[in-house]
């Protein structure tokens, strides 16, 4: 089975440019995340999906940050404008179960992209 | 809050010397627990995860961990330390918010591995 793709691997932007990341989850998974990662750190949730729907996207920053998984299935977030502390990794990751389900915890993530912005 | 401490955010061992990863954690409620790993610059891989059945949990590569609950631990262990197994190890615990199941991360610990 496919795991879970995400592009590009590697983006270097300058500071107040935008820039997007894409994520394709593993068929059939319900939920979908993305994580951002800073040096040193454990991910941190930014948002979450069921299906086509927003869960939480609490930890989102949302005047700069923005995504959407419009047919349920792939999903992309966007930065913009971005800022020099978005430098990160963006990491996407997927579930099978619903997200009010136990099952939805054992999460699998993808290669992730790494963002540097300059 | 549900939270994660990894203690020591570096540990080195020998080849062939066991490991010892650490992970304390704080919930509320009976916890379900992970262990991933993450090589360079790839994501994360799950190794294990105590879902409130046995408490010694074995997983991919030889590792496993054992949950104790009057401890509040969940430390990761192998026996014999491989220079394969070099690479950044994250403990998580799951947590349920708005209808949803979560996890939070630990700061992660990276493990070298001396020939």
């Known amino acids: 089975e496919a795991g879970v793709a995400q592009s590009p691997r590697y983006k270097i932007i300058e500071k107040r440019q935008s820039v997007a990341f894409w994520c394709n989850p593993i068929s059939g998974h319900a939920t979908l995340y993305w994580y951002q990662q800073i040096l040193g750190q454990g991910p941190k949730l930014l948002i979450q999906?069921?299906?086509?729907?927003?869960?939480?996207d609490s930890q989102l920053p949302k005047d700069r940050f923005s995504a959407e998984r419009l047919k349920g299935v792939d999903s992309t977030l966007k930065i913009q404008p971005a800022k020099l502390e978005d430098s990160a990794v963006y990491l996407c990751a997927s579930s099978l179960g619903l997200a009010g389900d136990r099952s939805s915890e054992t999460q699998y993530f993808g290669p992730g992209t790494r963002l540097l912005v300059l | 809050a549900q939270s994660v401490t990894q203690l020591g955010s570096h540990v080195s061992v020998s080849e062939g010397a066991l490991v010892l990863l650490r992970c304390n954690y704080s919930s509320s409620v009976p916890p379900y627990l992970f262990w991933y790993v993450q090589y360079p610059n790839q994501g994360l891989q799950l190794l294990l995860k105590?879902?409130?059945?046995?408490?010694l949990v074995k997983g991919i590569n030889g590792f496993e961990a054992e949950f104790k609950k009057s401890e509040t631990s969940f430390h990761l262990t192998k026996p014999s330390a491989h220079m394969s197994d070099a690479a950044e190890y994250f403990c998580?615990?799951?947590?349920?918010?708005?209808?949803?199941?979560?996890?939070?991360f630990g700061k992660g610990t990276k493990l070298s591995v001396i020939p």
């Open positions: 105590y879902t409130s059945a046995a408490t």
């Open positions: 998580a615990v799951s947590h349920s918010g708005a209808g949803s199941y979560q996890l939070t």
């Open positions: 999906f069921q299906n086509n729907g927003v869960v939480d």
